[in-house]
Structure formats: C-alpha cells, structure tokens
C-alpha cells in the first residue's frame, strides 16, 4: 500500500481539485465537487473522533491535539 506523504486541495470554477501525492513522489489528482469533498472531511472526522484517544495526545495545558510522529 502506498504512503501519503502529502495532500493539497485547489478551487476550479465549478468543483475542487484533490491533490495526493505519495512517499515516492507520484502525484493523482482527483477532481471532487463541493458535495464529495464535504462527504470526505465528514468521513475523516467522524472516523478521528471515534479514535481520537489512540490517535492523538491531549496537551495537559489545554486542547490542544498533537499527532506523533513516526
């Protein structure tokens, strides 16, 4: 399975662009209308909430969330 190394999301006239690049450097993009990418960060937000204290470390000053790294 490839690695996300690093994403990017662009505005076109009538929809968005999704850009996907992974560990190796290939690059797909993805056109996406308003309604899917909404569909996409509902799906990812939903799925980190229900994981969130496996994914996450809670800062003990505040609420503010760090991912580890590696």
Do not use: C, W
């Not at 994403?7 to 009538?14: D, K, L, Y």
């Not at 929809?15 to 797909?28: K, N």
């Not at 990418?37 to 000053?61: H, K």
Request: glycine residues 4%; without cysteine.
């Amino acid at each position: 399975m490839r690695q996300l190394a690093k994403f990017a999301i662009s505005v076109r006239e009538e929809d968005f662009v999704l850009h996907l690049v992974d560990e190796a450097g290939e690059a797909t993009d993805f056109a996406t209308s308003p309604e899917q990418l909404d569909a996409v960060i509902d799906a990812l937000d939903e799925l980190l909430a229900e994981n969130e204290e496996d994914l996450f470390e809670i800062d003990e000053d505040g609420p503010t969330y760090q991912k580890p790294l590696g």
